[in-house]
């Protein structure tokens, strides 16, 4: 029963590279979200998905795009990565209407850039 | 988007009960009222949620109040391992609210 699978767990950036931060689910969830969290704060949404096919921007997007081309799949890409860009990202998935809408989390990626 | 408000951090003994407050004033008749948890070092993870009535699980108890402005997460028996953030958020189950949007929550310290 794996969940909500992201990889990879940890990377070092250097500024101005670009990387795909993967995530992966298989509880056929049609919501799934990407979060940051920077250390000693609280989860900003980067971007969200309702279904294959369907993206839109959260609070912080600036710096990220996203692609949507299956249920499971919801990489998270950064282009020209910034030391601002620096921290744990979290993917999320979840059923989007109905009353089982219990949201299930990854582990996170931890990203450095320097 | 509804808001909700909770106090920055609490304080609690092992094996004592802990009441976790929420404040949700302006919250809608279609929100749903969740709360989730930040272990250390890991992703949230789902605690429970409710709309009216009192909600009991395994993990917690949650008691919504009669006007539905405010609730609390009940703890019955705190242990180490529910040293935490605790997260209270509304989430519209009338469809239009697609976002799931955290605030800062409540930091839980639980002393031995």
């Known amino acids: 029963n794996a969940g909500v699978t992201q990889t990879p767990k940890f990377r070092i950036l250097k500024i101005g590279q670009s990387m795909t931060l993967q995530c992966t689910q298989d509880?056929?969830?049609?919501?799934m979200y990407w979060y940051r969290q920077d250390p000693g704060m609280g989860l900003k949404l980067i971007y969200y998905s309702v279904g294959a096919g369907i993206t839109d921007k959260g609070e912080v997007p600036n710096g990220y795009n996203v692609s949507r081309s299956t249920t499971e799949d919801f990489p998270l890409r950064l282009e020209l990565a910034a030391p601002s860009q620096t921290s744990v990202y979290f993917c999320?998935?979840?059923?989007?209407?109905?009353?089982?809408?219990?949201?299930?989390f990854g582990q996170g990626t931890r990203l450095t850039v320097v | 988007d509804a808001k909700t408000t909770q106090p920055n951090s609490m304080e609690s003994n092992e094996e004592e009960p802990v009441h976790l407050p929420c404040n949700h004033s302006?919250?809608?008749?279609?929100?749903?009222i969740h709360w989730y948890r930040q272990l250390p070092s890991q992703g949230p993870e789902y605690v429970i949620h409710?709309?009216?009535s009192n909600v009991n699980n395994r993990m917690a108890s949650l008691a919504i109040a009669e006007d539905r402005k405010s609730s609390t997460l009940i703890l019955h028996r705190a242990t180490l391992r529910d040293a935490a953030v605790y997260y209270c958020i509304l989430r519209d189950y009338g469809g239009s609210n697609y976002k799931l949007t955290f605030g800062k929550g409540t930091l839980l310290t639980v002393n031995p």
């Open positions: 999320a998935s979840s059923y989007g209407t109905g009353m089982n809408t219990e949201a299930f």
């Open positions: 409710g709309l009216t």
């Open positions: 509880m056929n969830h049609n919501y």
């Open positions: 302006t919250i809608s008749g279609t929100d749903y």
